[in-house]
């Protein structure tokens, strides 16, 4: 790995904390797990797993990632209360590299009316809290909210105060997304300048709600920050956060402008955009800098003549420099076990004998309905079975008809515990005749409030993915289908969603969960 010569930017990323809070997004242990080897494998340098003391599934989504994720630093966020850094301390036990991130506020307004204490109770406590997280790691980042909308020379005085008690990394969130990047650089600058202790890191928190999130945090570099805080495809409540690829495609393409770099594989950057956006159920929009399916797509006559003489000519990246190398052409019909075992190893997955079987069944019934099966053929198949979500449910057979001038029908044949359900219903469309069905069979009625296809590789056999989100009574769950049948791709997605949901209320029957603490950065 390159030495640190002061240019390097350091990646934190903050999928699985900041990017999990938005609704719908909420991934579970093995999916939280899932990302997080990838984003080893797209060599982070730190990720934020979570905040123990928000609930029990926080806290052991922590404590499975410090134990098995092996490179980029583990960290967990608390507030600069004993107890949560002391939750924050037992869940990051296991980790080779571990950090801290305790925050706290910046802004009269959250001071006042949020935490309730004075300026300088705010730089008493803060500094206390840094103190007793020194007492589990070396590495401790800071930060407080809302900073954008702070008095810049206050902030200075808290940030000098918890840096010379111990604190490596000093983050300044625009928690808010109300900064400019002009005025935001310039805020860093000052900071920079400021706080006059050697050795700390400071760093970038931004929101986009204005659109300005990527924006904001490259002003920032400029201004002396070397670490960004961000999420891959930029997922997070209400715009979102800063997005990975995009802060990272910027800083390497344009180096000769900005002079840093960073420590990412991009080649790994497709596959991370991929898999979160499979795990959280949130679709990257077409047209989505870096990873969007027209990122690279040429449609003009003059630029596609002009990329045929030189791609240089209207090509600022290369596609494979993200990992868009192509879709590969990797198994076929006659591809054996050993084959396919091998091939999922090298995309990253680690599979258990009953897992592969399964999927070595969907793969041989989908080469017989289609010609070629690419890697994300395979990736769909794996992860629209989230592994440790039991399926109560699951689809045995299904026939539709549908037609002009005829009324569509749908009958379905569920298995549970193995017994089989069978009913048949009629609906404005197939897809609502069949879901129809599903409701009457398992007697549990879900509101449909979104739903999306995209078809997963080319050609007219594409596996199609369907993408729902369906709401039980205010619960809302995001779940994906894939098949070459759309119709039957709606229903298994629609049937996952009702796991998870199934799922779900069980185990919040099962945890009494504390109740999430006010206000994040
Ligand atoms: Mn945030």
């Known amino acids: 790995m390159k030495k640190d010569d002061g240019n390097k930017v350091y990646i934190f990323d903050t999928t699985l904390r900041d990017g999990e809070q938005c609704p719908g997004a909420t991934m579970n242990l093995h999916e939280k797990l899932e990302v997080a080897r990838q984003l080893a494998r797209l060599q982070v340098d730190i990720i934020e797993a979570g905040f123990p003391i928000a609930s029990p599934g926080d806290f052991e989504a922590v404590k499975l990632i410090s134990e098995t994720v092996d490179g980029p630093t583990v960290c967990a966020l608390a507030r600069i209360k004993e107890k949560d850094i002391e939750c924050a301390g037992r869940a990051l036990a296991p980790a080779r590299s571990k950090r801290i991130h305790t925050f706290s506020s910046g802004s009269d307004i959250h001071l006042e009316s949020m935490m309730r204490m004075t300026r300088d109770e705010n730089i008493r406590q803060s500094v206390a809290a840094v103190t007793f997280a020194r007492g589990f790691t070396d590495d401790i980042e800071y930060s407080a909210q809302d900073t954008t909308r702070s008095d810049r020379v206050y902030l200075a ?45 400071f760093s970038v928190h931004c929101h986009n709600d204005l659109g300005l999130a990527v924006a904001n945090s ?68 077409r047209n989505k800098a870096i990873v969007g399916a027209n990122a690279f797509a040429h449609e003009s006559g003059i630029h596609q003549d002009g990329m045929l003489k030189n791609p240089m000519n209207y090509e600022i990246m290369r596609p494979e420099d993200v990992g868009v190398a192509g879709t590969d052409l990797v198994l076929g019909k006659h591809s054996g076990r050993h084959a396919l075992k091998k091939h999922i190893e090298k995309l990253g997955f680690a599979l258990e004998a009953d897992e592969l079987q399964a999927l070595y069944n969907r793969f041989k019934e989908l080469c017989d309905k289609k010609k070629v099966v690419y890697d994300d053929d395979l990736i769909a198949i794996m992860q629209e079975q989230a592994r440790d979500v039991p399926r109560v449910y699951t689809l045995d057979y299904m026939h539709v008809s549908a037609g002009t001038g005829s009324v569509p029908t749908a009958t379905v044949r569920l298995k549970k515990d193995d017994k089989v359900f069978q009913d048949a219903s009629t609906g404005d469309g197939p897809v609502d005749a069949t879901l129809k069905v599903i409701d009457r069979i398992t007697g549990i009625e879900g509101k449909l409030e979104d739903f999306s296809l995209q078809a997963v590789t080319k050609g007219e056999d594409a596996v199609g993915e369907v993408s729902v989100r369906v709401n039980y009574q205010g619960d809302v769950v995001s779940a994906k289908g894939s098949s070459t049948d759309i119709v039957e791709a709606a229903a298994k997605a629609y049937l996952n969603a009702l796991n998870r949901f199934l799922f779900r209320s069980e185990r919040n029957r099962q945890m009494a969960e504390e109740a999430v603490p006010e206000g994040q950065p």
Do not use: F, H
Request: with cysteine; aromatic share 4%.
């Open 218 to 285: 490259l002003a920032a570099v400029q201004a002396g920050a070397r670490q960004i805080e961000c999420t891959v495809n930029g997922i997070g409540e209400r715009a979102g956060n800063c997005s990975l690829e995009e802060a990272v495609m910027a800083m390497k393409t344009r180096a000769d402008s900005l002079k840093v770099w960073t420590g990412i594989n991009t080649a790994e950057i497709m596959r991370s955009s991929r898999l979160v956006s499979r795990m959280t159920g949130l679709t990257v929009q």
């Open 157 to 201: 005085e808290l940030y000098t105060a918890v840096a010379e008690a111990g604190a490596t990394t000093l983050n300044i969130p625009d928690t808010v997304g109300y900064a400019i990047p002009g005025e935001y650089g310039e805020l860093i600058a000052y900071l920079v300048e400021s706080v006059k202790v050697p050795g700390v890191i």
